[in-house]
C-alpha cells in the first residue's frame, strides 16, 4: 500500500473516532474531556493503537479508557460503517499525559521568559 494512502487512512480513522466519541453516552467517557494523541494502525488494517489524553491528568485518561474499552464493540462497529473499508481496525485504547506534559512546558516556557 503506497504511503500516502496508509497516511490518509489513518488520518480518516483518527477523524471518525474523534466523532464516534462525541456520540457516546458513558459518563466515564463524556465527563472528562479526552483528546485523540495518536493513531497508529497496522499495515494490514486488522488493528489500531489509540493513544488519547485529558485535560484532568493521566487518571481521568485511564478512566477515560475504561469507558473507552467497554464501548470497543460499539466504536469499531461505527467505524465499519463510516470508513467502509475491507478491514475494519479493531482498536486497542492507552492512556497518555501529554496533553498535561504540555500545559506544563508551556508554563515553564512562559515563567523563563518572564525571568
Given at each position: 500500500?503506497?504511503?500516502?494512502?496508509?497516511?490518509?487512512?489513518?488520518?480518516?480513522?483518527?477523524?471518525?473516532?474523534?466523532?464516534?466519541?462525541?456520540?457516546?453516552?458513558?459518563?466515564?467517557?463524556?465527563?472528562?474531556?479526552?483528546?485523540?494523541?495518536k493513531v497508529d494502525v497496522s499495515r494490514d488494517l486488522s488493528f489500531c493503537k489509540v493513544y488519547v489524553s485529558a485535560m484532568g491528568g493521566?487518571?481521568?485518561?485511564?478512566?477515560?479508557?475504561?469507558?473507552?474499552?467497554?464501548?470497543?464493540?460499539?466504536?469499531?462497529?461505527?467505524?465499519?460503517?463510516?470508513?467502509?473499508?475491507?478491514?475494519?481496525?479493531?482498536?486497542?485504547?492507552?492512556?497518555?499525559?501529554?496533553?498535561?506534559?504540555?500545559?506544563?512546558?508551556?508554563?515553564?516556557?512562559?515563567?523563563?521568559?518572564?525571568?
Amino acid at each position: 500500500m503506497p504511503g500516502h494512502k496508509f497516511e490518509r487512512i489513518t488520518e480518516d480513522v483518527k477523524r471518525e473516532l474523534t466523532a464516534i466519541f462525541r456520540e457516546l453516552k458513558d459518563p466515564r467517557v463524556t465527563q472528562s474531556m479526552i483528546s485523540i494523541v495518536k493513531v497508529d494502525v497496522s499495515r494490514d488494517l486488522s488493528f489500531c493503537k489509540v493513544y488519547v489524553s485529558a485535560m484532568g491528568g493521566i487518571e481521568m485518561a485511564k478512566e477515560a479508557v475504561l469507558g473507552l474499552k467497554s464501548a470497543t464493540g460499539f466504536i469499531r462497529h461505527e467505524l465499519g460503517e463510516r470508513l467502509k473499508l475491507r478491514n475494519t481496525p479493531a482498536p486497542a485504547f492507552f492512556a497518555t499525559d501529554s496533553i498535561e506534559y504540555g500545559a506544563d512546558l508551556f508554563k515553564k516556557l512562559e515563567r523563563l521568559k518572564d525571568s
